[in-house]
């Protein structure tokens, strides 16, 4: 496989100042995705995902802050790109589909106008012709009766509607990177699976690389060629999603595969314990706490990931006991 990364994000780290203390919500997030393939970002509530998207785009505001990184895309690293320069890439070059997309879109326009207006600003194209490929890409994302949607103000939509209408605001882009937070989280499943479905075929479309955001594994085993877990700010495993599912080897993975429904199985296992705070995060591992296999080791420095095979990693030392 000669796969060539389009995005790469190096020990990327961003902190909350607080006057509680400080929340390390990424710390440390490194990881690549490569064109026309789908990176599946996955950890429980308040790992550290949206922040990591956020950081991407450099969209943190105060009292979050970008500490170190890089993220590379076509040459420039975007966490130091002069701000007019970055907010031509945004959307054009990367985009981001929010996890709350009531904050994103604007209430005082129909979904036309915002439609119309993010394709007329990003490409030769005629009005109509804007409103006739916004048409076509809501129909597309299974969207009932386009045209009457078009007039339709945000508040007048649905939560997943609304998801729809901002997944169809991104792609209308034909960005080379979409990261989607939580797409389909507010659609029922024969929604959600349209919803993917077409997502597929506009990635081999336009080629373009994604990371799907989610909390859902079985998103993630139905899109995804490359997994990242994080827990607590930091990625404990990465690897192709046939080596996460059929051979997870950080103990945290396995709980979470553990929690995924099956058919062969009737008993959901939720992950023991709590996900840590990520208020003062101690100087180990942050899932010594719940986990089955800690041991002497785990009580050192915070393990960082190593590779465990072809390009499979995991951070966990009691994999590597040679190396607490
Ligand atoms: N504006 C903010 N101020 C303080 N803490 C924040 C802010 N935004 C996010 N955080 C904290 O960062 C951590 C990671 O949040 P987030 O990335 O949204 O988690 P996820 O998307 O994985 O559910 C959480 O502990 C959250 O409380
Ligand atoms: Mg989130």
């Known amino acids: 496989m000669s796969l060539v990364p389009v995005l790469k994000v190096n020990n990327l780290s961003t902190h909350f100042h607080t006057r509680y203390g400080v929340i390390k919500a990424v710390d440390g997030v490194s990881f690549t995705v490569a064109a026309g393939k789908t990176l599946g970002l996955v950890g429980e509530s308040g790992c550290g995902k949206s922040v990591t998207a956020l950081s991407i785009l450099r969209l943190i505001e105060p009292p979050g802050k970008i500490l170190s990184g890089e993220v590379w895309l076509n040459g420039y690293d975007l966490l130091r790109l002069p701000s007019r320069q970055l907010r031509q890439v945004r959307g054009r070059e990367i985009a981001l589909v929010f996890q709350d997309p009531l904050t994103s879109l604007n209430p005082v326009l129909t979904i036309g106008t915002?439609?119309?207006?993010?394709?007329?600003?990003?490409?030769?194209?005629?009005?109509?012709?804007?409103?006739?490929?916004?048409?076509?890409?809501?129909?597309?994302?299974?969207?009932?009766?386009?045209?009457?949607?078009?007039?339709?103000?945000?508040?007048q939509?649905?939560?997943g509607m609304?998801?729809?209408?901002?997944?169809?605001?991104?792609?209308?882009?034909?960005?080379?990177?979409?990261?989607?937070?939580?797409?389909?989280?507010?659609?029922?499943?024969?929604?959600?699976?349209?919803?993917?479905?077409?997502?597929?075929?506009?990635?081999?479309?336009?080629?373009?690389?994604?990371?799907?955001i989610t909390h859902d594994l079985g998103v993630v085993a139905a899109v995804a060629d490359e997994v990242a877990v994080m827990y607590a700010g930091s990625i404990v495993e990465r690897g192709p999603v046939a080596q996460i599912f059929d051979r997870p080897a950080h103990p945290?993975?396995?709980a979470l595969l553990r929690s995924v429904p099956r058919l062969d199985r009737e008993e959901l296992v939720p992950v023991e314990g709590q996900p840590p705070s990520l208020l003062n995060l101690p100087a180990h591992c942050a899932f010594l706490p719940r986990c089955p296999q800690a041991g002497a080791a785990c009580w050192g420095e915070k393990p960082e990931l190593r590779e465990i095979g072809p390009g499979h990693a995991a951070a966990c030392h009691r994999l590597f006991p040679w190396a607490g």
């Open 157 to 159: 939509l649905s939560g």
């Open 162 to 212: 609304r998801q729809r209408v901002m997944m169809a605001m991104a792609l209308s882009m034909r960005p080379k990177v979409l990261i989607a937070d939580e797409p389909t989280t507010a659609l029922d499943v024969t929604v959600q699976a349209q919803i993917l479905a077409e997502l597929k075929r506009l990635q081999e479309e336009l080629g373009m690389a994604i990371i799907l």
């Open 252 to 254: 945290y993975t396995r």
């Open 114 to 155: 915002q439609l119309a207006e993010t394709i007329v600003s990003h490409e030769e194209v005629s009005r109509a012709e804007a409103r006739r490929r916004a048409v076509e890409l809501l129909l597309r994302l299974g969207l009932p009766d386009p045209e009457r949607l078009m007039r339709l103000y945000p508040f």
